[in-house]
């Protein structure tokens, strides 16, 4: 992997291969095995969390991918903790609301205004095309018009995945690294696009996985929000080179220390 200086002292993305997206997952898997017990705990709060705020009358739409950053960043801390050997507590999920609420919550801030921005983008393509084909009439206006809302369609994907890869590394870095939101956001984008194969391999990864995590009444997703807060620690450490460095090996021919 190669590390490039940054002039701001942010970190900047390296490179990652393929493979090691299924390294990520499976070491999602072994800190999850740790202490599976506390990991379901967390989860269940961690849903049930985001379904209430899901529910609040007229905003609750709004206050779900606001809230999410914060939370994900309190994953990010307990497999932080597990990482280092030390004890994963239910209370780590809150870690995001203690040490950087404000930063955490303007990230999702972003994504929530990015998302209406991208739905109304689409809209507005979809809408024009409706129109259109209104006033053309007859098969060409139906084809105008079924074209244009296919386009806007994509054009609401694309723009989608773009927030994703925004989101991917914005609660780690902001989290762990204290980078400001809308830096963490570019450089996740950035790390993204660097490593577009990497992270299209792990995308259908996950695609699947959260298939079959919703196969048996959804309870799977209960060990997959775990695994994935222990695949993203592992994928920021190895794109970010953000491991804590290892003490220099001691020297045998150093000189004894002064009495």
Same mark, same amino acid.
């Not at 993305?13 to 095995?33: D, E, H, I, N, S």
């Not at 801030?109 to 007859?138: E, Q």
């Not at 609660?171 to 204290?178: F, G, K, N, S, T």
């Given at each position: ?5 940054? =002039? ?12 090691? /997206? ?11 095995? $740790?202490? =599976? ?6 989860? #269940? ?10 529910? #609040?009358?007229?905003? @609750? ?14 994953? %990010? ?13 239910? !209370? ?24 209406? %921005? ?27 018009? *079924? ?7 994509? #054009? ?9 890869? /925004? ?18 956001? $570019? ?9 577009? %194969? ?19 009444? @959804? ?18 450490? !190895?794109?970010?080179?953000? +491991? ?6 001691? +020297?045998? !021919?150093? =000189?004894?220390? *002064?009495?």
């Amino acid at each position: 992997m190669t590390r490039r200086p940054h =002039p701001h002292n942010h970190p900047l993305p390296g490179t990652v291969t393929p493979t090691q /997206a299924l390294q990520w997952l499976a070491t999602g898997w072994q800190l999850f095995m $740790k202490n =599976p017990g506390v990991w379901l705990v967390q989860s #269940v709060i961690f849903i049930v969390i985001l379904a209430a705020l899901g529910f #609040v009358p007229f905003i @609750g739409w709004a206050v779900t991918p606001v809230a999410l950053p914060v939370l994900t960043a309190g994953m %990010l801390s307990g497999a932080q903790a597990l990482e280092r050997g030390e004890a994963l507590r239910v !209370d780590h999920l809150f870690d995001g609301l203690r040490r950087h609420a404000g930063n955490l919550l303007l990230v999702g801030g972003f994504h929530l205004l990015g998302t209406l %921005l991208a739905a109304l983008i689409a809209a507005a393509i979809g809408g024009s095309a409706m129109l259109t084909g209104m006033l053309v009439g007859a098969f060409a206006g139906m084809g105008v018009a *079924a074209g244009g809302v296919m386009f806007g369609v994509l #054009v609401f994907t694309v723009l989608w995945a773009l927030l994703m890869m /925004a989101l991917w590394f914005a609660p780690a870095l902001v989290m762990l690294h204290d980078v400001a939101p809308l830096e963490a956001m $570019k450089l996740s984008v950035q790390a993204c696009f660097h490593n577009l %194969l990497t992270f299209v391999v792990l995308a259908a990864m996950l695609y699947v996985l959260v298939w079959v995590a919703m196969l048996p009444a @959804g309870l799977g997703m209960l060990v997959l929000v775990p695994v994935l807060a222990g695949a993203l620690l592992e994928a920021w450490q !190895d794109t970010f080179h953000a +491991r804590p460095a290892l003490p220099a090996p001691a +020297r045998d !021919d150093a =000189p004894p220390p *002064a009495a």
